[in-house]
């Protein structure tokens, strides 16, 4: 079955302490992307990757890193969570043939809480 | 700058009635537009996109947008709304000047009276 899978789906956290959000596809999708979800502001980019080893930034990456060794994995990494990083987030892939990006698939969802 | 927006935050419409959800996006290149749903604590599900050609698309569960270039929208409808397409709906936008980006709207919460 083709799908996005994230892990954990729920994260409660302490103020400063580094995490991780897997994300994984096996579509083999060049294109991934992280978003995060808050009432009344919708989905917000965060970073996207375009391949292995390409990465941008999105809309709001201020606090957040990300890698892209393999294809299929798209990690998000939280060095120093605050607690306006609580949020929903959601890793997303696509087929990549430059632009624009065509339509995404969603993973479930990661709900994180940072106290 | 570029955006997309949702006028109506909220919508509460009766199983059966017909549905408009409105979009309005503000960029100056060709856009590509998308409609997804996302169902309570689920993922987004794409409903349908427009690239080009006719304007107006069908997509699953029912629905259809119409994309009006000289009103800059892209309106989400369906005649017959059922009970469990209550949800969340967002509309979505890329271009090839934006290049690599997505910009989502706000979203529109569609609630259903049975």
């Known amino acids: 079955e083709a799908q996005v899978t994230q892990n954990p789906r729920y994260l409660i956290t302490v103020t400063g302490k580094k995490l991780t959000v897997t994300c994984s596809q096996n579509m083999n999708h060049e294109y991934m992307s992280w978003y995060r979800q808050d009432p009344g502001l919708g989905l917000r980019q965060i970073y996207y990757?375009?391949?292995?080893?390409?990465?941008d930034k999105g809309d709001v990456p201020e606090g957040y890193k990300v890698s892209r060794k393999e294809k299929r994995n798209f990690p998000l990494i939280l060095e120093s969570p605050s607690p306006n990083q609580t949020s929903l987030y959601f890793c997303?892939?696509?087929?990549?043939?430059?632009?624009?990006?065509?339509?995404?698939?969603f993973g479930p969802g990661t709900r994180l809480t940072v106290t | 700058a570029q955006s997309v927006t949702q006028p109506d935050i909220h919508i509460t419409v009766s199983e059966g009635a017909s549905l408009e959800l409105r979009c309005n996006y503000s960029?100056?290149?060709?856009?590509?537009l998308f409609w997804y749903v996302q169902s309570p604590g689920q993922g987004l599900q794409l409903l349908l996109k427009?690239?080009?050609?006719?304007?107006l698309v069908q997509g699953i569960k029912g629905f259809e947008a119409e994309f009006k270039r000289s009103q800059s929208s892209f309106n989400l409808r369906k005649p017959s709304v059922h009970w469990s397409d209550a949800a969340e709906y967002f509309c979505a936008v890329s271009t090839k000047t934006s290049y690599d980006k997505v910009i989502f709207g706000p979203g529109t919460s569609l609630s259903v009276i049975p």
């Open positions: 427009y690239f080009s050609g006719d304007t």
């Open positions: 990757s375009m391949n292995v080893e390409v990465t």
């Open positions: 997303a892939s696509s087929l990549w043939q430059g632009a624009p990006v065509y339509e995404q698939y």
């Open positions: 960029y100056g290149a060709t856009p590509y």
